[in-house]
T-cell receptor, first 111, second 114 residues
Framework: DAKTTQPNSMESNEEEPVHLPCNHS???????IHWYRQLPSQGPEYVIHGLTSNVNNRMASLAIAEDRKSSTLILHRATLRDAAVYYC????????????FGKGTSLLVTP | GAGVSQSPSNKVTEKGKDVELRCDPI?????LYWYRQSLGQGLEFLIYFQGNSAPDKSGLPSDRFSAERTGGSVSTLTIQRTQQEDSAVYLCASSRASLNYGYTFGSGTRLTVV
């Protein structure tokens, strides 16, 4: 399986933008880049995904490097509710559709 | 329904008893997944169902664990002769059978074996 590397933790101030990095240097051409987050005491929640082009939705933006070896999840204005563990996951046919959750990045948002 | 529904939300059982956990996926989602998360730990994949194909059971930790999916919809995860190490939150997710689609998770069943 292609692996991802994320920082263990990050901290942000409320109402500031947050850029969560993910390295995936062994990504293959058919791997989709998925992001999920898990708020305390809740199940994971889908955030965004992409293949090659940058993506935007109501929750966040996903910036994908031109060589696809890294990506960045962008929260435009962090709120206290965004404090969660963020997972960057590669999804491909070889993984049998199952998502392999690593340790993710724990985001702390301070007022 | 609008989301993935799991029941019960909480279950306390005595060591050695069998338990059944239920998952109702989103209508039209052909793929269904079970994960578990022990306290303070990451998500551990258990089993995956896709349509009428044989399930991927590669994540089941022992033969005390089994799961079935009836009619391509509702799924039941059964744990026989429960042990204290089975205590965890059991999460179910469903999705369309496409890499270009996200999962939707349920709220989970918190299982406590005493």
């Amino acid at each position: 399986d292609a692996k991802t590397t994320q920082p263990n933790s990050m901290e942000s101030n409320e109402e500031e933008p947050v850029h969560l990095p993910c390295n995936h240097s062994t990504i293959s051409g058919t791997d989709y880049i998925h992001w999920y987050r898990q708020l305390p005491s809740q199940g994971p929640e889908y955030v965004i995904h992409g293949l090659t082009s940058n993506v935007n939705n109501r929750m966040a933006s996903l910036a994908i490097a031109e060589d696809r070896k890294s990506s960045t999840l962008i929260l435009h204005r962090a709120t206290l509710r965004d404090a969660a563990v963020y997972y960057c996951i590669l999804r491909d046919v070889d993984s049998g559709y199952a998502l392999n959750f690593g340790k993710g990045t724990s985001l702390l948002v301070t007022p | 329904g609008a989301g993935v529904s799991q029941s019960p939300s909480n279950k306390v059982t005595e060591k050695g008893k069998d338990v059944e956990l239920r998952c109702d996926p989103i209508s039209g989602h052909t793929a269904l997944y079970w994960y578990r998360q022990s306290l303070g730990q990451g998500l551990e994949f258990l089993i995956y169902f896709q349509g009428n194909s044989a399930p991927d059971k590669s994540g089941l930790p022992s033969d005390r664990f089994s799961a079935e999916r009836t009619g391509g919809s509702v799924s039941t995860l059964t744990i026989q002769r429960t042990q204290q190490e089975d205590s965890a939150v059991y999460l179910c997710a469903s999705s369309r059978a496409s890499l270009n689609y996200g999962y939707t998770f349920g709220s989970g069943t918190r299982l406590t074996v005493v």
